[in-house]
């Protein structure tokens, strides 16, 4: 780094003045890091003035949040630009616990946990501890909960820190995808560059999750279409194991109530029983899911929620992958914020 201290580029992007950006954008003012800027990057203009903080707007990038973070990243003067939803505030210490992993050369980006903020209501919160737990979250808990550090490939951009040169290296998001734009990024930034993405628990930030349940089943639903549609057209950092769970578990589940209009051939009668187990399994899993929840969160009624969120969510999901997994390319769909 050419300082010890580089400008930092916190860059957020919305529709225009909302609710959450006047809960979070006071956060900043805490920062204990002594050089940044904030951009906010809207639709529509925003009159507000605040310190630090710059307010751009484009009318021609409605519901492109991908374009949106292109374009602030072209006016940002940071050396580092570190990219944050508009429902999401900063741990005081955000910055400067990441800013110390970009001494290494070899890493071009940093991310850190998006957990639930303490305001949050409870169906917000269990949509959280969902994502949070091993039987919701699978292989991606870390995004949710702080674990231990390690070298990631593939990293949401709510709370996404990069260096500004290479980011612009490699032409920044690629605008025609939402979402997944982020994974998008992430495999562009290993391979093309063959940089290192870290990831640091205390590079912290308390995100607002989509409440359960049709908000959340939304959100999921288009996440897993993206990436069955990525599984297949751009595997590297998309076509591992666990993101083929919850499709297979969604044709189990729905197909396995046709054994039941078979012949009971010795064949059918064992494959009700596989899926009988299969199931029974599952509902152990979640109690085991649940009592892990309320060891976490102390909360018997946010575990409650999380019983209830789990299973649709899984199969909503699941089927949305196999859909996006069979679709054309998904390169030119701009979603909806929901």
């Known amino acids: 780094m050419k300082r010890q201290w580089p400008l930092v580029s916190v860059i957020i992007v919305c529709e225009g003045w909302n609710h959450f950006l006047a809960e979070t954008l006071p956060h900043y003012q805490e920062l204990d890091y002594p050089n940044f800027e904030v951009i906010v990057f809207s639709t529509e203009p925003i009159r507000h003035q605040l310190p630090r903080v710059r307010f751009l707007h484009d009318e021609k990038t409605r519901h492109q949040p991908a374009l ?121 930034l290993t391979q093309k560059l063959k940089k290192k993405i870290f990831y640091d628990p205390q590079v912290l930030v308390y995100h607002h999750k989509r409440p359960l349940f049709r908000r959340y089943l939304v959100q999921n639903g288009r996440f897993g279409r993206h990436r069955g549609n990525f599984a297949r057209f751009l595997p590297a950092n998309s076509r591992r194991w666990f993101y083929f769970v919850p499709p297979l578990f969604a044709l189990g589940f729905f197909g396995g109530w046709l054994l039941w209009l078979l012949p009971k051939w010795p064949l059918i009668l064992f494959l009700r029983r596989i899926y009988e187990f299969t199931l029974g399994l599952y509902a152990v899993l979640l109690l085991a899911n649940a009592l892990w929840v309320v060891r976490k969160s102390h909360s018997v009624k946010i575990a409650f929620l999380t019983i209830l969120g789990i299973l649709p969510m899984h199969l909503y999901y699941g089927l949305q992958f196999i859909r996006g997994y069979f679709s054309r390319r998904l390169n030119d769909t701009y979603g909806r914020a929901e």
């Open 68 to 188: 949106k973070r292109d374009l602030a990243a072209e006016a940002a003067r940071g050396d580092i630009l570190a990219f944050i939803d508009d429902d999401a505030y900063p741990s005081p210490e955000w910055l400067k616990m990441a800013i110390r992993h970009f001494a290494d050369e070899q890493v071009v980006a940093v991310g850190g946990p998006g957990v639930n903020p303490p305001q949050a209501g409870a169906l917000e919160k269990a949509a959280g501890w969902i994502s949070a737990s091993p039987l919701g979250g699978w292989g991606q808990t870390y995004r949710f909960i702080p674990q231990r550090q390690r070298w990631v490939d593939d990293y949401p951009s709510m709370n996404f820190l990069v260096r500004r040169q290479d980011f612009l290296r490699v032409g920044g998001f690629d605008s025609l995808y939402y979402p997944g734009e982020d994974t998008k990024l992430c495999l562009d």
